[in-house]
């Protein structure tokens, strides 16, 4: 199966083994894309908050000419999607609710994936924000790909001793982990500079992982029209998905797509810490403290 093929005109900033990254408006790339040739798009776009960016795009529309535009976009990602590909679309719950509703007349709902981000102050006035809106959909009436991660149990990171009572249900528990709800409370906002890759927020690259590895399998084509620092390539690169990128303003995910010695660092721990009952940090606690697992097998002595 080829790529997703684009007219050329366009400014192609960037090429690597499995995707391409433009430098230009989403709206440009994406209708220059084959109708029904991408398997997963992930939106991040601009919340529409008053923020500057590099690009010195409007970010503080009238709010029926904020979504005008979405729908300008999201029109496209269905006409982008294969049968049974998957459209996630992260925002803030306000901007997801009047989507939401425009997409359910062209997708098949899945999930409304509440994603725990604690990341300002409390607001006068209001309740605390404390929670951003993952939508997910499917082209059709089921997903083509479908495997979402399993999470490691929670537990005391003094003794290692599981968290939750799981009282006689220990023994029929998956040996690969806990089911993923969709609930997220373990995604942390990027803030340690070593992490950054531009002044403005940049997505968790577990997050992108969580998704890619939910949607999609390694060959599969992912596209992200608000690329940002790059972080949904970045996890595509690292995981062997193929994908089309954009941005107005692509040099942040140029130059981190250029060096991903750190990223590809982080995604090892990544991969280590899911789809097990126990992180090996855990494992190593609870077999010093003499906690076995009806389910879990001991593991070696590093020594």
């Given at each position: 199966m080829e790529m997703a093929r684009t007219k050329a005109g366009l400014n192609l900033l960037k090429t690597t083994g499995l995707g391409r990254l433009y430098e230009g408006d989403c709206l440009d790339v994406m209708r220059s894309v084959e109708s029904g040739s991408v398997d997963l798009i992930f939106a991040d776009?601009?919340?529409?908050?008053?923020?500057?960016?590099a690009?010195?795009?409007d970010d503080a529309m009238d709010g029926a000419r904020y979504l005008d535009w979405c729908e300008s976009w999201l029109s496209e990602c269905v006409r982008l999607l294969r049968d049974g590909g998957s459209l996630?679309?992260?925002?803030l719950p306000k901007w997801n609710l009047a989507m939401g509703g425009y997409l359910m007349r062209h997708l098949t709902f899945r999930h409304s994936i509440a994603?725990?981000?604690k990341c300002g102050m409390p607001v006068r006035g209001r309740l605390y924000p404390a929670h951003y809106s993952l939508?997910?959909?499917v082209k059709g009436p089921r997903p083509a790909i479908f495997h979402p991660d399993r999470l490691p149990l929670q537990c005391c990171r003094h003794c290692?001793?599981?968290v939750h009572d799981y009282g006689g249900k220990k023994s029929v528990m998956n040996p690969s982990g806990v089911s993923l709800s969709d609930v997220w409370t373990d995604i942390s906002p990027v803030r340690h500079a070593k992490f950054k890759n531009r002044e403005a927020n940049a997505l968790p690259l577990k997050l992108l992982d969580r998704v890619l590895s939910m949607g999609t399998d390694p060959g599969s084509v992912v596209l992200d029209p608000f690329g940002g620092s790059g972080t949904t390539y970045v996890a595509a690169e690292l995981t062997g998905r193929r994908w089309i990128g954009m941005d107005l303003h692509a040099a942040d995910a140029a130059r981190r797509l250029s060096d991903m010695a750190v990223d590809r660092k982080l995604m090892s721990n990544l991969t280590n810490e899911k789809n097990t009952l126990f992180?090996?940090?855990d494992a190593r606690k609870r077999e010093k403290a003499g906690m076995i697992w009806p389910t879990e097998k001991a593991l070696p002595n590093p020594n």
């Open positions: 776009p601009p919340f529409n908050l008053g923020k500057t960016y690009s010195g795009i996630f679309l992260w925002n994603v725990d981000f939508l997910y959909f290692g001793g599981e992180t090996d940090r």
